[in-house]
């Protein structure tokens, strides 16, 4: 029932930003918690964030830890990811997923967008 679309994404280079934006239809956003997930080519799907809706927590990978900022507007329906001082590593398909609460497991997760790319090259 639930519908997740991403945008934002697109190329930039190394130590630049860019702001994904994960809306969400067919549901209220007040409901679900969202996570952000990343895959690179020939690699496992990451996760690196999550938005937790009945606590308010967010929670980040180690590995985008002060770089990256995830935030919703339940009003917009939307839930976004700032990603800043982007490394060529960060390079992946970037998607974000609902559930019930904040997990690192891909599996605890029931609806997914199609995703967005983002591309750090110089």
């Known amino acids: 029932q639930l519908q997740l679309a991403e945008s934002g994404g697109g190329l930039v280079q190394p130590g630049g930003s860019l702001r994904l934006s994960c809306a969400a239809f067919?549901?209220?956003?007040?409901?679900?918690?969202i996570g952000w997930f990343r895959q690179a080519p020939g690699k496992e799907r990451e996760w690196v964030s999550c938005?937790?809706?009945?606590?308010?927590?967010?929670l980040y990978a180690d590995s985008v830890k002060g770089r990256f900022t995830i935030s919703r507007d339940n009003a917009k329906s939307t839930v976004y990811l700032q990603i800043n001082s982007l490394k060529p590593e960060d390079t992946a398909v970037y998607y974000c997923?609902?559930?019930?609460?904040?997990?690192?497991?891909?599996?605890?997760?029931?609806?997914w967008g199609r995703g967005t790319q983002v591309t750090v090259s110089s």
């Open positions: 997923a609902s559930s019930r609460g904040c997990s690192g497991h891909v599996s605890s997760y029931d609806y």
């Open positions: 938005s937790d809706s009945r606590t308010g927590s967010t």
């Open positions: 067919g549901g209220s956003l007040d409901y679900y918690s």
